[in-house]
């Protein structure tokens, strides 16, 4: 070999060692600093999201739902982002520190994720029986127990659904993954089952279609003079906030999908090539799946405040009452009551 191409090796070599390092240091920003602060955000945000609505008060289905996907959303992301991927860089990972805390935490983090999703689909699945039957919603509009008993049932079937991830992963050398004892096609079918079918596949199939629908009926009731006269602002906005949260949730998912697979069907058979970069962009592309994931639960406030100008003034009110000076707040709680009981309905939630 002459000194040229032990130049040029040296070189390749230089620069594989430099791209190594700005993937690790770059994955490390991601799970320690990124992911993580994402989740402290999601977390001020779906608070904000309990006080105003604890502030302007739960007088509905529809906001109980929206009171019970905040308290979801601080759930699954706490779980999901603080606890199993900020603790898990920042000081050990949790996984890894038994069999019983690999299996029961893989179980807790994809069911608190999961369950949100369908409490989510519950919530659109109401409005769509609120713009489809509004004199017979009437009476579930008024049962704040309606929304918490579905909850319950949904969230608890998630649970159960998903309780198979107790046996599907296992410590594997030292790391949480799916077991030896499981047969390829066994972890292929489990994989798809827990991955394609309940964390995406059913809610976003659901959701969509219940949109559709949602946005059928409404372009009906519009042409429906005596329909449309009949509908509150509040309902309007309620809507709104929905088609919001669950079109945000289905570009979430859709990008969390897009890098689960690319990095499990595209970039996993490469691995068995031994190329390094192939190994480094396989783990770069499953971590990033924490971003879309996350983002699906921090960012609900958000559509919230988006939707409704009454949550704005709600927020804002609130923030004076409990923040500012009390003076202030009740002075706006009296102006809002009387500005609700003077315009009758018309309010613009």
């Known amino acids: 070999m002459d000194n040229s191409s032990l130049a040029i090796t040296e070189v390749v070599q230089d620069e594989g060692e430099y791209l190594s390092k700005t993937w690790d240091s770059a994955l490390f920003w991601l799970n320690a600093v990124v992911v993580p602060l994402l989740g402290c955000v999601g977390f001020v945000f779906n608070i904000f999201g309990i006080l105003t609505l604890s502030y302007m008060g739960i007088t509905s289905s529809s906001t109980m739902y929206m009171l019970i996907i905040c308290i979801g959303d601080i759930i699954s992301g706490f779980v999901d982002s603080i606890l ?24 807790i983090n994809y069911a608190t994720t999961c369950s949100t999703q369908f409490v989510l689909t519950l919530f659109t699945f109401d409005r769509l029986l609120a713009v489809t039957y509004p004199m017979k919603y009437r009476s579930l509009k008024t049962n704040l127990r309606y929304p918490v008993i579905c909850s319950a049932v949904v969230v608890t079937l998630t649970y159960l659904s998903l309780i198979g991830n107790m046996y599907a992963f296992d410590l594997v050398d030292g790391q949480c993954a799916k077991p030896t004892y499981m047969s390829e096609l066994g972890k292929e079918i489990y994989f798809h089952y827990s991955a394609s079918f309940i964390y995406c596949g059913l809610p976003s199939t659901l959701i969509f279609i219940f949109n559709f629908t949602i946005l059928y009926q409404m372009r009906k009731n519009d042409k429906n003079k005596k329909s449309s006269s009949t509908k509150s602002g509040r309902e309007q906005a309620i809507t ?11 570009l979430f998912t859709a990008g969390c999908m897009f890098f689960l697979y690319t990095s499990v069907i595209y970039l996993g058979p490469q691995l068995d090539g031994g190329d390094p970069w192939v190994g480094q962009m396989y783990v770069a592309m499953a971590q990033l799946q924490e971003l879309p994931s996350t983002a699906n639960v921090s960012f609900n406030f958000s559509f919230y405040l988006m939707g409704s100008k009454m949550f704005r003034k709600g927020f804002l009110d609130m923030l004076q009452s409990y923040f500012c000076c009390r003076k202030a707040g009740r002075q706006a709680e009296m102006t809002r009551t009387g500005a609700s009981s003077n315009n009758n309905i018309n309010a613009d939630m």
């Open 84 to 107: 199993t991927v900020g603790i898990g860089n920042w000081y050990t990972n949790l996984y890894a520190l038994s069999r019983f805390s690999c299996k029961f935490l893989m179980w």
């Open 240 to 250: 709104r906030i929905l088609l919001l949260m669950s079109f945000a949730f289905l």
